[in-house]
């Protein structure tokens, strides 16, 4: 495994600081090292798949995945009962060097932008649901490539999986309230799965999404 330079990664993917900031402290970029070097093997995966999908923990974050019971341990409806099944949760977490108090209020005041992910195969990184993981394979649409999506009201990006099959929806929100991230992005992924969807007769339902804040990560 090779290193590189903080400054040779930003070259590379052609970043703004705070960008490069918030993929860092998200581990979108895989693992860096205690003096602040990247892998190269997990940048090339960045900018081939869009996030890390190797289990090799030399260079892509740790396994990180809620327990189960916290899904089961959700409060009942009133008037209803229980959560349903496929019950949508919605969580922050927190940047290890965020030191505000409240979060919320810290990303309203500093956030400048955002990336959403919208993955359509789990990914053991970032949080998927373990409720709703048997529910979900791969889609049977396959993709080899990155592939930039014309027409849409922000920059889209379908991404491969590793399996070149379609395994992830980047939207970017650089310029964009966080306040209006979950939404917004929601609003551009869905229309464009509807239409993949009709167009190749394949469901290609969402395993989960994560919003990421520029610059916190």
């Known amino acids: 495994m090779n290193w590189i330079s903080h ?4 070259n590379r993917l052609g970043i703004s600081e705070p960008v490069l900031n918030a993929l860092t402290q998200s581990e979108l970029l895989g693992y860096t090292s205690p003096t602040g070097l990247f892998s190269d093997q997990a940048i090339l995966s960045y900018q081939q798949f ?3 999908w190797s289990i090799d923990e030399r260079f892509g974050p740790k396994v990180r995945m809620l327990d189960a ?3 089961e341990s959700m409060p009942a409806v009133e008037g209803i009962g229980p959560q349903p099944p496929a019950t949508q949760t919605h969580g922050f977490v927190f940047p290890a060097d ?3 108090s409240n979060f919320l209020e810290y990303a309203r005041k500093n956030h400048t932008g955002w990336i959403a992910h919208s993955y359509l195969v789990p990914n053991y990184f970032y949080f998927p649901n373990p409720m709703e993981l048997a529910l979900v ?3 049977p649409l396959k993709l080899s490539e990155p592939r ?4 849409a009201s922000l920059p889209v990006t379908l991404y491969p999986n590793p399996s070149d099959c379609l395994g992830l929806v980047v939207v970017e929100g650089w310029d964009r309230s966080w ?3 979950h939404r917004e992005a929601y ?3 869905m229309p464009l799965l509807d239409e993949l969807s009709v167009r190749y007769a394949v469901p290609l339902p969402v395993a989960h999404s994560m919003a990421v804040g520029v610059p916190s990560g």
């Open 179 to 181: 306040r209006n991230a």
């Open 148 to 151: 930039s999506i014309s027409g």
């Open 69 to 71: 019971g916290v899904y």
């Open 187 to 189: 609003d551009v992924v």
């Open 50 to 52: 869009g996030t890390q």
């Open 98 to 100: 965020n030191t505000s």
């Open 7 to 10: 400054k040779k990664v930003r």
């Open 137 to 139: 394979g791969e889609p």
